[in-house]
């Protein structure tokens, strides 16, 4: 049996007086397709931090791609996350460079690449997003949406083994989104990457991954088939992708004086 791509195990992290992540554990496969979801601050994109070795757990082991994370140095991370593809929630977007040269980023730090293959791929993928004749903008002067798809075009341009996608259809239309969706769908099935997507369309989301793992106030309390996550065994689970007001997850909440945001 093949190791894992990734593997998360008892993992904790704190902010201040806030547990943020009593004890997670996650695993991904080779080429599996996980999507992330729970309520807001509740620490989903901490973990995708944790994965790429940007943020030290305060407890716990994490191995990525054959390679343990925790208590690595920055240079002795950069080989792995070369083989990693992140999409920031907050863009990550270098300001001071173009829309192009944002994209072709991944591509120079991996080197081995001719400057007109790096133009030729980094055309590829900004065609992909719809974002043709954008290649000399520097990010200040896009849009919201128009900053998530570069990042997706740079999270993507390189062909990762791995690739954490942390909310890739925010702040998108519905026709959009679909669009970026089945891109980044045909992305998987060539290239065979191992996919974490962290996403509060779960909807959307539900028709891209295989599973979805749902966090809640410092676990992993669900993980099940993506297919079926509306119908989902665990009460909290189905009255939070449902978005219903009134059930088991608001008398938590209540109880615990917890509030998202």
């Known amino acids: ?121 980094v055309a590829e993928r900004l065609k992909a997003v719809g974002l043709s004749g954008s290649e000399q903008k520097l990010t200040g002067e896009l849009s919201g949406g128009m900053k998530k798809r570069v990042g997706i075009a740079r999270a993507t341009v390189a062909d990762a083994e791995l690739v954490i996608y942390d909310e890739p259809t925010a702040g998108l239309d519905p026709v959009t989104t679909q669009k970026i969706y089945d891109l980044l769908t045909a992305d998987q099935l060539r290239t065979k990457a191992t996919v974490l997507a962290i996403s509060s369309d779960v909807v959307a989301l539900a028709g891209f991954v295989d599973e979805i793992a749902f966090l809640y106030q410092g676990h992993i309390i669900y993980r099940g088939p993506a297919a079926t996550i509306a119908d989902a065994p665990d009460p909290l689970v189905r009255q939070f992708v449902r978005g219903e007001l009134e059930g088991p997850l608001e008398d938590v909440r209540k109880a615990t004086g917890e509030r998202d945001g």
């Open 1 to 121: 049996m093949s190791e894992p791509a990734v593997l998360v195990r008892d993992v904790f992290k704190r902010y201040g007086r806030r547990d943020v992540l009593s004890g997670v554990s996650l695993a991904l496969e080779p080429g599996a397709r996980l999507g992330l979801i729970g309520p807001a601050a509740t620490g989903k994109s901490v973990i995708a931090k944790l994965i790429c070795g940007l943020e030290e757990p305060d407890r716990g082991d994490i191995r990525v791609l054959g390679e343990d994370v925790v208590g690595k140095r920055e240079v002795q991370l950069g080989p792995l996350r070369r083989r990693i593809g992140m999409l920031f929630q907050n863009y990550a977007l270098f300001d001071f460079l173009t829309v192009e040269r944002n994209v072709a980023f991944p591509l120079e730090q991996r080197g081995g690449m001719e400057a007109d293959a790096i133009a030729a791929r």
